[in-house]
C-alpha cells in the first residue's frame, strides 16, 4: 500500500471516531452489548479476559514498548525502534487527554476506576499489536510464516477488545472509539514514518 493510502485511512479513523465522539452517549446498543457479556460470564472467559487485562495495563505496555523499541534499536531496525516509541507517545497523550475531557463513567463493576472513553487497552491493542503486524508485513518474506504470524496478531486484538467487555468494564462505543482512535494513530504513524 503506498503511503497516500495510509493518510486517507487515518483520516477515515479520525472523522469515525470524532463521529462517535460528537454523538456519543449510553445508547440501546451499549446497553444491549453489556447485557449480554454479563448474563453470560464463565469463570474461564473471567480469567482469560485478566490475563490480556494485564498484559495491556499501562505499565505492562510501556515495558514491552521499551524492551521492543530497544531491541530493534539494536537489530538496526533504527527507524521502526523511533516509530514505536512516537506511537506509544502519542497513545498515551491522546487516551489521557480524551479520558479526563469526556469524562465518561464506567459500567458498574468492581474491577477497575477511572474515565470510561476510549477503552486505553483497545487503543493500545491495535497501536502495538498492529505495529507488529505492519512489521510483518514489511520484513518477513516467508509467505506462510507472514500469514500465520499476521493473523495470530489479529487474532490477539480480537481478544484485547473482546475481554473489556467480558470484563464489564467499558461500554461498547468505549471498545468500539478505542479501536478506531487506534486505527487514526498507527495509520498516521505509519504515513509519517513512511514520508520522513
Known amino acids: 500500500m503506498n503511503k497516500k493510502n495510509y493518510l486517507i485511512l487515518s483520516i477515515a479513523f479520525l472523522i469515525a471516531f470524532l463521529a462517535i465522539l460528537v454523538s456519543f452517549n449510553y445508547c440501546v446498543l451499549d ?3 453489556n447485557r449480554f457479556f454479563a448474563e453470560n460470564q464463565s469463570k474461564f472467559l473471567s480469567s482469560f479476559s485478566n490475563l490480556f487485562a494485564f498484559i495491556f495495563d499501562a505499565k505492562c505496555i510501556i515495558a514491552l514498548i521499551l ?12 527507524k521502526d525502534s523511533i516509530f514505536l516509541v512516537y506511537l506509544g507517545i502519542s497513545y498515551g497523550i491522546l487516551v489521557f487527554l480524551l479520558k479526563n475531557l469526556v469524562e465518561r463513567a464506567r459500567p458498574d463493576n468492581l474491577i477497575e476506576t477511572g474515565f470510561s ?3 486505553g487497552h483497545a487503543t493500545i491493542s491495535i497501536i502495538f499489536l498492529g505495529f507488529w503486524i505492519y512489521f510483518c508485513y514489511s520484513h518477513i518474506k516467508n509467505m506462510p510464516i507472514k500469514i500465520i504470524t499476521i493473523c495470530t496478531l489479529a487474532l490477539l486484538i480480537f481478544f484485547v477488545c473482546i475481554s473489556r467487555l467480558i470484563l464489564g468494564v467499558h461500554w461498547f462505543s468505549d471498545v468500539l472509539s ?14 509519517l514514518r513512511r514520508t520522513i
Do not use: A, E, N, T
Open 67 to 78: 524492551i521492543c523499541s530497544i531491541s530493534l534499536w539494536f537489530s538496526d531496525k533504527r
Open 178 to 191: 478505542g479501536i478506531i482512535l487506534g486505527g487514526f494513530i498507527l495509520f498516521g504513524g505509519i504515513w
Open 31 to 33: 446497553q444491549s452489548v
Open 117 to 119: 472513553f476510549p477503552s
